[in-house]
């Protein structure tokens, strides 16, 4: 027998909304997806999404939260002997489906406290990650390596494959790029680091 929706948990119903959301960004875009087909594709009441989602902004930040958290939890069971540098490139290239989830959010960055925090979130992942990979060997401090500098260029990269643009090659494919050509800087004839 069904449950009574007033059975359901709020996780399980708050689940339920993120799935059906995911779905709709993915196929519709951010713009084209409106609160009333999510609540339509979760089974729940067109006013009830809001007791659990203040506005489209929230349930986009939370869908945006949610597939990087995915994403850092299946990079870190399947690439968990890894360096930094492959599990970032991997990460990027399996998100490359949500790219135009990204592009969206540059468009909602002015507008949406939520979307702004979602979208560090995900830069903080990146940066992470390369600083990761510079300490593992041993450039975070190296003489003549501004990590600083690096950092920042691998968020330009990124945010800059992610503008529409058919010219662009996919960020995962940059980044691999640039970080190599850094680490490569820092090797001295025989390998070793300056």
Same mark, same amino acid.
């Given at each position: 027998?069904?449950?009574?929706?007033?059975?359901?948990?709020?996780?399980?119903?708050?689940?339920?909304?993120?799935?059906?959301?995911?779905?709709?960004?993915?196929?519709?875009?951010?713009?084209?997806?409106?609160?009333?087909?999510?609540?339509?594709?979760?089974?729940?009441?067109?006013?009830?999404?809001?007791?659990?989602?203040?506005?489209?902004?929230?349930?986009?930040?939370?869908?945006?939260?949610?597939?990087?958290? $995915?994403?850092? *939890?299946? &990079?870190?069971?399947?690439?968990?002997?890894?360096? =930094?540098? %492959?599990?970032? @490139? !991997?990460?990027?290239?399996?998100? $490359?489906?949500? *790219?135009? &989830?990204?592009?969206?959010?540059?468009?909602?960055? =002015?507008? %949406?406290?939520? @979307? !702004?925090?979602?979208?560090?979130?995900?830069?903080?992942?990146?940066?992470?990650?390369?600083?990761?990979?510079?300490?593992?060997?041993?450039?975070?401090?190296?003489?003549?390596?501004?990590?600083?500098?690096?950092?920042?260029?691998?968020?330009?990269?990124?945010?800059?494959?992610?503008?529409?643009?058919?010219?662009?090659?996919?960020?995962?494919?940059?980044?691999?790029?640039?970080?190599?050509?850094?680490?490569?800087?820092?090797?001295?004839?025989?390998?070793?680091?300056?």
């Amino acid at each position: 027998m069904p449950r009574n929706r007033q059975q359901i948990p709020r996780e399980e119903r708050t689940g339920d909304l993120l799935a059906a959301a995911t779905e709709l960004f993915l196929a519709k875009g951010y713009v084209k997806t409106t609160m009333a087909d999510i609540s339509s594709a979760a089974g729940v009441a067109r006013g009830n999404v809001y007791w659990y989602f203040d506005s489209k902004d929230h349930i986009f930040a939370a869908v945006m939260n949610r597939m990087l958290s $995915r994403e850092i *939890r299946i &990079l870190n069971e399947e690439q968990a002997g890894a360096d =930094p540098l %492959s599990r970032l @490139v !991997r990460g990027l290239s399996d998100m $490359r489906y949500s *790219r135009p &989830l990204h592009q969206a959010m540059h468009d909602r960055l =002015p507008h %949406s406290e939520e @979307v !702004r925090e979602a979208h560090n979130t995900f830069l903080n992942w990146i940066v992470g990650l390369v600083d990761e990979l510079m300490a593992e060997r041993g450039l975070d401090h190296a003489p003549g390596i501004d990590a600083a500098l690096v950092r920042d260029v691998a968020i330009a990269v990124f945010e800059g494959a992610n503008v529409p643009n058919d010219q662009n090659r996919p960020a995962h494919e940059m980044i691999r790029f640039l970080m190599e050509s850094v680490l490569a800087r820092c090797a001295g004839p025989q390998g070793r680091k300056r």
